[in-house]
C-alpha cells in the first residue's frame, strides 16, 4: 500500500491531497510546502497528515510516490530528484518546461523502472472518455478536424505563456482522442497585459491521419468557454465542460457525396437527424487519476496518463510557442 507526499500545496495542491487522502490504497499521505503559511493552513484542512517545509526530508523518507504540485519551472528538478532517490513521481501537468528536460525524465523512470505519470486530468473525466469511446467504437467515422476553445478571464500565470498553463488539456485529450501526435503546429498570439507572457493563442495542428485541429487558449475572455466540436465523417459531437448535465452532445449531421458515375454534376446530399446526450459516468477525475497512480505503484502497470503522453504534450507546447515566437510559422514535429 503505497505511502505518498504532495509537495506543493498552493491553489491545486489541495485537490490532490483531498484526493489522495480519501483513498483507500494510500497508507500514508504526506503534504510538504516550502511556505509555512500555506502549511498551517492545510493542516487546519487535513488534520492527522504528516506535514514538512523540506522536500529533503520528503526524499529521505520512506515514501513511495512523490505527486509535484509546484510551478512548472520547478517540475523538472524537482521530479529528476525523486527518480534519483528510488521514488515513483507523479508531475502535475505540464510535465517540463521544455522537451529536452520531458525527455531526460521519460529515459530515468525507464532506467530507475519507476512510474513516471503526469496529471493530465481530462484523460480521466467522464466526457472526455465517452467521446473517446465515439471515436473508437467508429461512431463519428473518419475525423475531419477538431475545434476547441478554452478562455476565461483567468489568472496570469507568472513563470508560462497561457499555452504551457491551458494547451496541456486540449493537446493530452486530443492526442487521447486521435491516438496520433500531430505532424505540424502553427501558433499565433499576442501578449497584452504582462510583456513577454502570451495571454492569447490561436494554434492549429496537423495530424498524419489528415485530421486537423485548431486551439484558442486565453486568460482574456468576457466568459468562460470550454467548448470542443470534433467533426467527423458519420457524425459530429459537441463537448461542452461548463454544462452541468449534458456535456457531450452527438449530432447526425453531415454532408454525404455522391459521385456522378458519368460526367454530370456531383450531388451532395445534407442529413440533419436526431441530437442525443448519452448517459455519463459520474466519477471525479482527480480521484480516478489518484487511483491509477497508486495502482501503478503496487502493480507496476503504465498509467494512462504516463510519461511519454506527458512529452508528448510538452513537445507539442513547444512547437506552439516556438511557432508563435517567430510569428506564426509551421513548425514540423
Ligand atoms: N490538472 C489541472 O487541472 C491543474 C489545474 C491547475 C494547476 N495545475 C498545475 O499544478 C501545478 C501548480 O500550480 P498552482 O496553480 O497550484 O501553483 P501555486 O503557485 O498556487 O502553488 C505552488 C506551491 O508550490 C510550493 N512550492 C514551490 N516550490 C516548492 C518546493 N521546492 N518545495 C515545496 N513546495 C514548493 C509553493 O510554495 C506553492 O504553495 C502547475 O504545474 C499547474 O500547471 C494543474
Not at 500500500?1 to 483513498?23: D, S, T
Not at 488539456?169 to 501578449?191: C, N, Q
Request: aromatic share 10%.
Amino acid at each position: 500500500m503505497p505511502r505518498i507526499a504532495v509537495v506543493g500545496a498552493g491553489y491545486w495542491g489541495p485537490n490532490l491531497v483531498r484526493n489522495f487522502q480519501g483513498h483507500k490504497d494510500c497508507t500514508e499521505l504526506w503534504v510538504c510546502d516550502q511556505s509555512k503559511a500555506r502549511l498551517d493552513q492545510m493542516r487546519t484542512r487535513f488534520p492527522g497528515l504528516k506535514y514538512t517545509e523540506s522536500y529533503d526530508e520528503v526524499l529521505k523518507s520512506n515514501v513511495d510516490g512523490v505527486v509535484l504540485a509546484t510551478p512548472v519551472s520547478t517540475h523538472y528538478e524537482l521530479a529528476r530528484r525523486a527518480l534519483e532517490r528510488g521514488k515513483h513521481v507523479f508531475v502535475e501537468k505540464p510535465l517540463a518546461s521544455s522537451a529536452e528536460h520531458a525527455k531526460d525524465l521519460v529515459s530515468r523512470a525507464e532506467a530507475a523502472k519507476r512510474t513516471l505519470m503526469v496529471g493530465h486530468t481530462f484523460l480521466y473525466s467522464p466526457p472526455v472518455l465517452k467521446v473517446k469511446d465515439l471515436i473508437a467504437k467508429g461512431e463519428l467515422g473518419r475525423i475531419f478536424f477538431v475545434t476547441t476553445m478554452r478562455v476565461n478571464l483567468g489568472l496570469h500565470q507568472k513563470d508560462v505563456s497561457v499555452i504551457w498553463d491551458l494547451a496541456p488539456h486540449d493537446f493530452s485529450i486530443l492526442f487521447y482522442w486521435l491516438g496520433e501526435r500531430p505532424s505540424v503546429i502553427t501558433a499565433t498570439g499576442k501578449a497584452f497585459v504582462v510583456s513577454g507572457i502570451h495571454d492569447v493563442a490561436f494554434i492549429s495542428a496537423e495530424f498524419p491521419s489528415g485530421t486537423i485541429a485548431h486551439l484558442e487558449v486565453s486568460w482574456l475572455a468576457p466568459s468562460k468557454l470550454r467548448r470542443t466540436a470534433i467533426v467527423g465523417d458519420k457524425k459530429m459531437a459537441v463537448y461542452d465542460d461548463t454544462e452541468a448535465i449534458e456535456k457531450v452532445k452527438i449530432f447526425d449531421r453531415g454532408v454525404d457525396f455522391k459521385d456522378p458515375e458519368t460526367f454530370g454534376e456531383f450531388q451532395l446530399s445534407y442529413r440533419t437527424g436526431d441530437i442525443w446526450s448519452p448517459k455519463l459516468a459520474q466519477s471525479e477525475p482527480l480521484a480516478l487519476e489518484a487511483g491509477d497512480f497508486l495502482k501503478a505503484i503496487s502493480d507496476g502497470t503504465t498509467p494512462k496518463s504516463d510519461g511519454l503522453m506527458g512529452l508528448r504534450v510538452v513537445e507539442a507546447l513547444a512547437a506552439a510557442q516556438k511557432s508563435l515566437e517567430q510569428g506564426g510559422v509551421p513548425i514540423k514535429l
